[in-house]
């Protein structure tokens, strides 16, 4: 058994024995030996029943973002801070809805995205908004504005490029224009 199947079983077997025990985990996805890694959130809808990160309309963004700096899926590892879909009822529908992660599910997942970080190890590490950014980082005052679009190298000599997350341009439009700039800040760092 590799190493990422045996952190997954290991996860598997904390969460249920944990709150978390009836959700459905999505791990990450990809590359086992790849140049860059993405770190998002957590899963939606969408990748809690695929089983896979960014494949929701997330995914999409993700797609377009890839070709914009000239690599495809498979040539990369996506996963994700939280390995479950936070949710919460829709007071008009009744139906569960995604919502931020809580303090208490990063702090439960986030000793295994370390290690995946550290299985995978990835030259890049590209984080998707705030909170892969302050998980990674460990800077609980991070915010993506700040920090978004500049390199900055870790302890470990990996490679941090902080990105807004896709699904910030589907609610947000006018960052379209700054994620634009920030891939094209990548895709000039990663030919060279």
Known sequence: MDHLTQL????????????????????????QNPRLM?????????EEKQGRPFV???GKNLSAFLETIGLKREEIYISNVVKLRPTKESPKT???VNRPPSKD????????????????NPQWIVTLGNVPLKAVTGDAKA????????PFTLEDGKILFP?????????????S????????????????
């Open 8 to 31: 997954c079983a290991r996860l598997q077997e904390a969460a249920s024995a944990s709150p978390y025990a009836e959700k459905k985990l999505v791990f990450g996805d990809g590359c």
């Open 177 to 192: 224009e700054t994620y634009q700039q920030d891939l094209m800040t990548l895709k000039g760092l990663l030919e060279k």
């Open 56 to 58: 929701g309309k997330a």
């Open 143 to 150: 915010v993506i504005g700040d920090w978004h679009g500049k």
């Open 163 to 175: 990105l807004y997350h896709p699904a910030a341009i589907i609610y947000n439009r006018a960052l």
């Open 38 to 46: 993405m770190i998002g959130e957590a899963p939606g809808g969408d």
């Open 94 to 96: 009744g139906k569960a």
């Open 105 to 120: 599910e990063i702090a439960f997942f986030l000793p295994f995205l370390q290690e995946e970080i550290k299985v995978v």
